[in-house]
Each structure stands twice: as structure tokens, then as C-alpha cells.
């Protein structure tokens, strides 16, 4: 459930780490910890398959202080995936165009 998101969220978590942590290998301790919690959140999402991306979800998952971690990582690793995992990074920003447009299809249609 959910295995594109999981991907991005993981590949974007170690971009975090490597550039603020800089750990010997694999990830530290509060990154291991922040990707743990993340994929949790993910499996439990009640969207299933058809989940947004995180900035357009209308349900936040995340406790207050791990949602201000994850944006910060995000924030850091977003542009950065563009370099280091581009068809990830362009899969993840046509999921967003499709919901965005999905969204203005069906906000017109009840308009009517």
C-alpha cells in the first residue's frame, strides 16, 4: 500500500540525513526513527492507493512535532530529488498535477 510514497518519502529522508547528519552509513538515529514513524503513518492512511501527495492531503497523519520534522525534510530534499531521483521526483510531482487538476474538475462540476 502506498510503495511510491513509501519510496519518496524514504529516498528523501536519507537526502535529509546525508546532508545535515552526515552518518558513516545508513541513516542516524533520529532520521532512523522519523523514517519508522513515516512508514507507519503511510500503511494506516485511510486514502489506500489513491493517497495525495502529503502537501495536499486534507488529513494530517502526523503529530504536530514530527509534521514540522517531515516539512523540514522535505523542504531540504525536495529540490534535490529533481537531481539525484528524477523520475521519482517528476512521478511525485505529476501525482500532485493530476490530484490538483482531479480536485478543480470536481470543484467546478458541483459549482454547476
Request: proline fraction near 4%; charge should be positive; aromatic fraction near 8%.
Amino acid at each position: 500500500m502506498n510503495e511510491g510514497e513509501k519510496k519518496v518519502v524514504k529516498k528523501m529522508i536519507i537526502i535529509y540525513c546525508r546532508a545535515n547528519h552526515k552518518p558513516i552509513s545508513g541513516l542516524c538515529q533520529k532520521c532512523s526513527a522519523l523514517k519508522n514513524y513515516a512508514m507507519k503513518r503511510l500503511e494506516n492512511c485511510p486514502f489506500g492507493e489513491n493517497k495525495p501527495t502529503c502537501g495536499s492531503c486534507s488529513i494530517h497523519c502526523y503529530k504536530s512535532d514530527m509534521r514540522q520534522k517531515i516539512k523540514e525534510v522535505m523542504r531540504l530534499a525536495g529540490p534535490r530529488m529533481l537531481f539525484r531521483h528524477p523520475i521519482d521526483a517528476i512521478r511525485h510531482f505529476y501525482k500532485e498535477y493530476q490530484r490538483n487538476r482531479l480536485y478543480a474538475v470536481t470543484e467546478n462540476f458541483s459549482r454547476k
